[in-house]
């Protein structure tokens, strides 16, 4: 397999922006809140990830009270977003992490240091692995990473960009390089509304893909049976 040179992959980022309509970026929060955000979001909808959020600012309004509440009650505040009890002991362990290193349970210092500090510092957190720590890069701290989901990494794996099998960590380290810095956190939201929407884990929408002529998976002989099913 040969990378992608940064004409190609500016002309996926071009098709489906012109698809999907303008760029929106998420509104900005703290390092901190991204953080906890990031975690809630693992598997489970947006919609249920941003409601379990709400739900736990509103019982818990610092996060020095949620690192203090026993964990079932934060379970409780976040049920609504699924594998409640694990993610509620993985953010305190998060929460009492930052605070024996910080003094407090804030993250703001992190803007202080380069791409590279700042994503071992994430990394270093329980729990916290390239994916989780690449969005709070971007969203968060206006850093050119590219954090690489599962759809990401579908759509990514189908145009050829990455070998068969590449482990998430891998991907991240090959994808986050070759993607042009000035597009990455448009091109990270971009392949998500494309893999939910058309480039599907099951039955895949070949037929009315932007992306077909430059897609490896969307040019093999099989790709009319994908679409039609069978």
């Not at 930052?98 to 240091?113: A, M, P």
């Not at 068969?164 to 448009?186: N, S, W």
């Not at 070949?206 to 093999?220: F, P, S, T």
């Amino acid at each position: 397999m040969t990378a992608p040179g940064e004409g190609r992959i500016r002309e996926v980022q071009r098709r489906l922006r012109a698809g999907q309509g303008a760029f929106v970026p998420k509104p900005v929060l703290p390092v901190i809140d991204e953080l906890v955000a990031t975690v809630l979001s693992q598997h489970t909808s947006d919609i249920n990830s941003e409601r379990a959020f709400a739900q736990l600012k509103d019982r818990f309004p610092s996060w020095e009270q949620v690192a203090a509440a026993p964990v079932g009650r934060v379970a409780d505040a976040i049920r609504c977003g699924g594998i409640a009890d694990q993610k509620a002991r993985r953010i305190q362990q998060i929460l009492a992490a930052v605070r024996e290193r910080e003094g407090r349970i804030d993250l703001g210092r992190l803007h202080d240091l380069d791409d590279v500090a700042a994503r071992t510092y994430l990394e270093s957190l329980p729990g916290v692995g390239p994916k989780t720590a690449a969005c709070v890069l971007t969203f968060a701290m206006g850093r050119a990473a590219f954090p690489v989901d599962t759809h990401v990494y579908r759509v990514a794996t189908r145009l050829g960009w990455l070998p068969a099998k590449t482990t998430a960590d891998a991907a991240h380290r090959l994808l986050g390089p070759i993607v042009p810095a000035d597009i990455r956190y448009d091109l990270h939201v971009a392949m998500i509304s494309h893999g939910r929407t058309t480039c599907r884990a099951q039955r895949p929408r070949c037929g009315a893909c932007v992306l077909h002529d430059l897609c490896a998976y969307g040019r093999e002989d099989v790709a009319p049976l994908r679409q039609s099913g069978t």
